[in-house]
């Protein structure tokens, strides 16, 4: 089979080749025969088919993600929330303690998700499982040799398959028996799990359930048939059937088994926690249940809807334009839903959020927002700098000044009356720091270690930094400075400290970088923060969460010490292009450029493929991944590596649109985008 393809994509490639050679002969004609012939030579190859950046890693209750590509599918639970688009790939954000809001680096190919509490589970297009986070209970254990699985589902810490032989095997926690399949339980078409129950729609619109069942809700209604969909919560199961109407049982603590008189209509349903949600036939959205986090609160207006779900205290609705919606509970980001995350020119972490400025002047967040930190101020533009404290942001305006927002129990967003002239802004703890253009330093809010205390005739001023209780700065001379709390020698600045670049402040540690690109680090180690790894050269600049060191080199690769408990301290493997870097408190985020292979504007599944370390998925680094993009092993990017692509290595289609106005889009598409007609790799 792989020597058929290479063979066709030999005579694709030299139909290719011939067209281009003749297109630059004739750059302005195009002849459509050429296309034709084109057409027909990758349509050798298989049949055509038309289907409707930043890096983070580690903790960080929130990876928002590109959100402006279409959506296929999403799913929540807990607090975080996870989309499924169209190419294949993964986006989610909110709660991540345990890893299972990051996504693995290169995942593709995926068909469905499932969310649970700790744990993700990727349905794969080719019938296999694939599940990460926490897996205290073996829930992330997809067993041996399981294929043939159309549906996945995740509950607390269990996951549930279902078959196309419409058998049901589960794994996980099972100390209630929500793994304990019934036996002979056949003719299964859809799947839910429950926090520890398990409810299967089998093909006769009945429904089998187990597991945990202290509230009845794996007591089934006597009689209940016709059902076609199911969806469990916490504590409650709910059914949808044929005829539209709802039937609900379990937990009614908060009154999400009370279906709302005369609902009908409806043609899907979800079930939060303690909420239950309904979509109805008009596209629109109506909930019931606990309402303490506004999940019931469907927004005024939204229409179009085509798929609910919901978490623990939150609602997410996928629109028929491919978009996202989200509402109700917030503390971690999991309703931070933002489109066009795009043109990115700077960004900083706080402990649990991450703000991003635009090339337009304009500033993103997203992440833990208890105290606000991620409210950015309507209106704000001119930004040429951001900051984040572990619970504030801060933002510096082309005309000088600064606005500061979020947790104030120090005063911390209290900016000095008449401050102007900035060129440089910090935030710590409970502090905010800025130097102004004369290379002076003002800082204010919390000073109960003298963080504030600025020392007397401290001028030229380049950078400053500010940790937990104490602050740094970096003169024009190449010396620090540092002051403040100094409980584990943070603000002791090795002796003959000189030609510092740049200066990061941990919660309790310093690290700088030098002109000669090396890194030097003082203050508390008891997690190794400050034990810079032998032999690392390169360093261009550096970052500090609270307890890990994070180092850019000069060849675009990232270096990351210290704490790791998040994985903050877990650099993607392959990451490469990284022009920036921050870090907060348990996670760590970069700034890379990407080979941009389809001309498209964005980073999908085209350019993971070229840069994933394992390109041609055959288990081994080989020369198909020393050279990304060759993928016909001739040691040159040409014809052929399209053919390729277009034959077996990822879709192609939903980057183009119908060029020759065939009514579709089709190889004939695909040939006239290689001609200059529009993107292509």
């Not at 004609?29 to 038309?50: D, E, F, N, Q, S």
């Not at 030229?460 to 970096?474: I, K, S, W």
Request: contains cysteine; proline residues 3%; aromatic residues 6%.
């Amino acid at each position: 089979m792989k020597t058929q393809k290479f063979a066709i994509a030999g005579l694709i490639a030299s139909a290719l080749a011939a067209a281009a050679d003749a297109f630059k002969r004739s750059p302005r004609t195009k002849p459509m025969w050429m296309v034709a012939a084109i057409a027909i030579a990758l349509g050798a190859g298989r049949a055509a088919h038309a289907e409707a950046d930043v890096v983070s890693w580690g903790d960080q209750k929130g990876d928002a993600g590109d959100l402006r590509e279409r959506y296929v599918q999403v799913s929540a639970r807990s607090s975080r929330t996870v989309a499924l688009k169209s190419d294949g790939t993964l986006i989610a954000w909110g709660f991540n303690d345990s890893r299972q809001s990051m996504v693995p680096s290169g995942l593709i190919g995926v068909r469905q998700v499932a969310v649970g509490t700790a744990h993700t589970a990727a349905l794969m297009h080719d019938g296999t499982v694939f599940a990460w986070g926490s897996n205290s209970y073996g829930n992330c254990n997809v067993p041996s040799g399981l294929t043939g699985v159309t549906q996945v589902a995740a509950g607390t810490a269990h996951t549930v398959a279902l078959k196309n032989d419409g058998t049901v095997v589960a794994w996980g926690n099972n100390f209630n028996g929500e793994c304990n399949v019934p036996t002979g339980l056949v003719g299964v078409t859809k799947v839910t799990a429950g926090s520890a129950h398990t409810v299967a729609l089998k093909n006769d619109g009945t429904l089998a359930a187990w597991g945990f069942n202290n509230y009845r809700q794996c007591n089934v209604p006597t009689g209940l048939t016709s059902v076609m969909q199911v969806a469990a919560g916490a504590a409650h199961t709910v059914a949808l059937k044929t005829d539209g109407t709802i039937v609900a049982w379990g937990n009614n603590q908060y009154g999400q088994c009370t279906v709302p008189s005369g609902l009908t209509g409806v043609t899907q349903i979800a079930a939060g926690d303690y909420h239950t949600v309904a979509l109805k036939d008009d596209g629109t959205v109506v909930g019931w249940g606990s309402n303490g986090s506004g999940e019931c609160n469907a927004p005024a207006g939204l229409t179009g809807v085509k798929q609910i779900t919901a978490g623990g205290s939150h609602t997410v609705a996928l629109k028929n334009d491919g978009t996202v919606v989200a509402w109700g509970g917030n503390t971690y980001g999991q309703c931070n839903v933002l489109p066009g995350l795009t043109g990115i020119a700077q960004f900083a972490a706080g402990d649990y959020h991450t703000v991003a400025r635009k090339n337009d002047g304009t500033v993103v967040a997203w992440g833990h927002n208890l105290s606000g930190q991620c409210n950015v101020p309507a209106g704000l533009t001119g930004v040429t700098q951001v900051a984040a404290g572990p619970y504030v942001t801060a933002a510096l305006r082309d005309n000088g000044t600064i606005l500061v927002w979020g947790k104030n129990d120090s005063g911390q967003c209290n900016v000095p009356s008449g401050l102007a002239s900035v060129m440089q802004v910090a935030a710590g703890a409970y502090h905010t720091v800025v130097v102004t253009n004369d290379g002076t330093v003002v800082a204010w809010g919390g000073n109960s270690q003298g963080q504030c205390n600025v020392p007397s005739g401290l001028t030229d001023v380049m950078q400053v930094a500010a940790g937990e209780y104490h602050t740094v700065a970096a003169k024009k001379d190449g010396t620090a400075v540092a002051w403040g709390g100094n409980s584990q020698g943070q603000c002791n600045v090795p002796s003959g400290l000189a030609s510092v670049m740049q200066l990061a402040a941990g919660a309790y540690h310093t690290v700088a970088v030098k002109n000669d690109e090396t890194a030097v680090t003082w203050g508390a180690n008891a997690y190794g923060q400050c034990n810079v790894p032998s032999g690392l050269t390169g360093v261009t600049q550096v970052a500090a969460g609270d307890y890990h060191s994070v180092a850019l080199k000069s060849d675009g690769t990232v270096v990351a010490w210290g704490a790791n408990w998040a994985g903050q301290s877990d650099t993607p493997a392959g990451l490469t292009g990284v022009t920036q870097i921050a870090a907060g408190n348990v996670h760590t985020i970069a700034l890379a450029t990407f080979a941009d292979c389809n001309g498209n504007g964005q980073r999908d599944s085209f350019e993971i493929m070229h840069g994933a370390p394992d390109i041609n998925l055959n288990g081994v680094p080989d020369a198909c991944e020393m050279s990304p993009g060759d993928l016909d092993l001739n040691n040159v990017i040409d014809f052929g590596d399209v053919a390729l692509i277009m034959l077996d290595f990822g879709p192609c289609s939903d980057c183009l649109s119908d060029l020759d106005g065939s009514g579709v889009v089709d190889f004939g598409d695909v040939a006239l985008a290689l001609l200059n007609f529009g993107p292509t790799g």
